[in-house]
Nanobody, 124 residues
Framework: QVQLVESGGGLVQAGGSLSLSCAAS????????MGWFRQAPGKDREFVAA??????HYADSVKGRFTISRDNAKNTVYLQMNSLKPEDTAVYYC???????????????????WGQGTQVTVSS
């Protein structure tokens, strides 16, 4: 069983930066994809970014502002968020796609394991 624990959320002013971390424990493999999703109040959970091996994929809304990375030795995935906007306010979740497929998927149902989420609030 995989456990995912996010950290690093908080309150920041628009234009600021935050870095999120997601520590994985249990059975994890570097070939599995790790993703970040977010859910704002009253909205569906949406894809933000994902990484599999050396490949990354981003939602258009965060491209150029957010960077996903991973440290396989530490079983940790990161999300560096720069130039934050009030519309980035949401609970951010990390998730694992525990398959060895080659593609990166953006749909929630492709990810089997989820963290508890961390709140990111961007004030205007």
């Amino acid at each position: 069983q995989v456990q995912l624990v996010e950290s690093g959320g908080g309150l920041v002013q628009a234009g600021g930066s935050l870095s999120l971390s997601c520590a994985a424990s249990g059975r994890t493999f570097s070939s599995y994809a790790m993703g970040w999703f977010r859910q704002a109040p009253g909205k569906d959970r949406e894809f933000v970014a994902a990484i599999r091996g050396g490949n990354t994929h981003y939602a258009d809304s965060v491209k150029g502002r957010f960077t996903i990375s991973r440290d396989n030795a530490k079983n940790t995935v990161y999300l560096q968020m720069n130039s934050l906007k009030p519309e980035d306010t949401a609970v951010y979740y990390c998730a694992e796609d525990p398959t060895s497929r080659s593609s990166i998927y953006t749909e929630r149902y492709e990810y089997d394991y989820w963290g508890q989420g961390t709140q990111v609030t961007v004030s205007s």
